[in-house]
């Protein structure tokens, strides 16, 4: 599985048409994120034809999500949980180089698997990582402002 280079022409990067379009697409279907039964939709293609399609409320949820970010000009990339990436691509998703995650991978803080000689790492191994690193990043922003807090360093 390839993940999309932003820096691409075919990217996906969303024009401006297309930006102000889901701005308003997401705009009318937020208020139905609260709903726990199916959205029906109506669909008029070009060619004259009428058909309903039936979203569950969690592909309401991520249609909502992308059209957002396609609102913002932001290229999106669905990954499936279970996917497996190249060192390259943990890299670009937790903007590390590809050395800082081979280095990840033998001191044992991500999980790896290789194949041949290349390394793979399931996407929700990175997504635990990712949520882990946080969650200590943020411990220690607390311990420091804790800290100048008892120093009375003025914040």
């Known amino acids: 599985m390839k993940l999309a280079d932003p820096t691409s022409p075919a990217s996906g990067v969303p024009s401006k048409e297309d930006r102000t379009a889901a701005r308003e697409t997401s705009r009318l279907l937020a208020p139905l994120l609260k709903r726990?039964?199916?959205?029906?939709?109506?669909?008029?293609?070009?060619?004259?034809?009428?058909?309903?399609?039936?979203?569950?409320?969690?592909?309401?949820?991520?249609?909502?999500?992308?059209?957002?970010?396609?609102?913002?000009?932001?290229?999106?990339?669905?990954?499936?949980?279970h996917a497996e990436l190249t060192t390259q691509e943990v890299a670009n998703l937790l903007n590390v180089?590809?050395?800082?995650?081979?280095?990840?991978?033998?001191?044992?803080?991500?999980?790896?698997?290789?194949?041949?000689?290349?390394?793979?790492?399931?996407?929700?191994?990175?997504?635990?990582?990712?949520?882990?690193?946080?969650?200590?990043?943020?411990?220690a922003l607390e311990a420091l402002a804790r800290q100048a807090q008892e120093l009375d360093m003025g914040y």
Do not use: C, W
């Open 36 to 81: 726990t039964r199916p959205l029906r939709l109506h669909i008029d293609d070009a060619r004259g034809r009428d058909e309903v399609a039936t979203l569950p409320p969690m592909a309401v949820r991520l249609l909502v999500d992308l059209l957002t970010e396609m609102a913002k000009g932001n290229a999106v990339t669905l990954i499936p949980v």
């Open 97 to 139: 180089s590809r050395p800082h995650v081979v280095q990840l991978i033998k001191a044992k803080q991500l999980p790896a698997r290789k194949v041949g000689t290349h390394r793979r790492v399931r996407f929700a191994d990175v997504q635990a990582y990712k949520a882990r690193s946080e969650g200590e990043r943020n411990k």
